[in-house]
């Protein structure tokens, strides 16, 4: 296959996350997690707005709230706030505060999120501080308009990919510290998820070699995009036989997730990250065409 990788325009950031392909606003959303801005690349325009969110360091997602074209839902911290940003101005603000977790655990924050199909909020922690791998303070979480939330697994290190099957009733996660992809079953009445299982394993010889997978996202055949933080690869993978169909070469080595967009949804996003004085291009947000798949728009969080 003959796919084609090509930069986004003003789309660096030392620690590019959580990318969310806006189909009204034909605009892709992230995040520069450790620097707290959002980003905003405009499809028709060719070009990147950003903007700093008053008093924070970190913004660990965006997603935008149903109904209210300029509110966001963001991670800062341990809280889940709203954050009021015309995609145009360089600065926003945060206007109020849903709920915060783990305020016992002062050296954890937020980082992956998504909205389900039904627009459910699903979450992560971290510990950010120190040793992710030995200190497994992490949880997964679910909160939905009206409720309260709620804990879908503990004992998590790096809280990272989420993505959702509507078709196969599953839901799939990652936790990079397991070096695996894990499959569930889905109830998208409720949004309980149900009989974990192990569905693409990237242990390498040891760990000093195993491959960390960071976000991901679904394509409308079912087949899963796993990037990897060291690995310059997007594993294309077949959920059902565990057998990865393509890999995708980033000129980069820090992929740290992807997300479909444009008019047609065939166009693969990805944001990477320049941690550990890694060189240029590195912090580059990508654009993959010719990949002959489509994907599924961003789901906007209910409130």
């Not at 930069?7 to 969310?20: I, K, N, R, W």
């Not at 690349?41 to 300029?70: M, S």
């Not at 980033?250 to 949804?265: E, M, R």
Request: hydrophobic content about 35%; charged content about 25%.
């Amino acid at each position: 296959m003959s796919y084609k990788v090509e930069p986004l325009p003003d789309s660096y950031a030392g620690l590019g996350e959580g990318p969310h392909w806006d189909v009204a606003r034909q605009s892709l959303y992230f995040v520069d997690l450790e620097a707290g801005c959002l980003l905003r690349y405009d499809y028709r325009q060719n070009k990147t707005y950003r903007t700093q969110i008053e008093g924070e360091t970190f913004a660990t997602f965006v997603l935008p709230v149903e109904g209210n074209d300029q509110e966001f839902a963001v991670g800062c911290g341990r809280r889940v706030v709203i954050v009021n940003w015309d995609g145009v101005s360089p600065v926003a603000k945060v206007v109020r505060t849903l709920f915060e977790v783990q305020s016992d655990f002062k050296e954890n924050r937020l980082n992956d999120a998504k909205a389900d199909p039904k627009g459910r909020l699903f979450f992560g922690t971290m510990r950010y501080v120190g040793d992710e791998f030995t200190h497994r303070h992490g949880e997964l979480y679910r909160w939905e308009a009206g409720g309260n939330v709620t804990v879908v697994k503990s004992d998590v290190g790096i809280s990272n990919g989420l993505a959702w099957d509507e078709k196969a009733n599953k839901f799939y996660y990652i936790d990079t510290t397991d070096y695996e992809v894990k499959s569930y079953d889905y109830d998208f009445k409720t949004g309980v998820a149900s009989n974990p299982k192990v569905i693409y394993n990237l242990r390498k010889d040891s760990p000093k070699t195993h491959i960390l997978p960071d976000g991901m996202t679904i394509d409308t055949e079912g087949n899963l995009y796993v990037a990897t933080f060291n690995g310059s690869t997007i594993y294309k993978v077949n959920p059902n036989t565990g057998e990865c169909l393509l890999e995708i070469k980033l000129p980069t080595k820090q992929i740290t997730s992807v997300a479909f967009g444009g008019p047609n949804l065939d166009i693969l996003y990805v944001t990477t990250a320049s941690k550990f004085d890694q060189p240029a291009p590195a912090g580059t947000t990508y654009k993959v065409t010719g990949l002959n798949a489509k994907g599924y728009p961003g789901v906007n969080l209910k409130l």
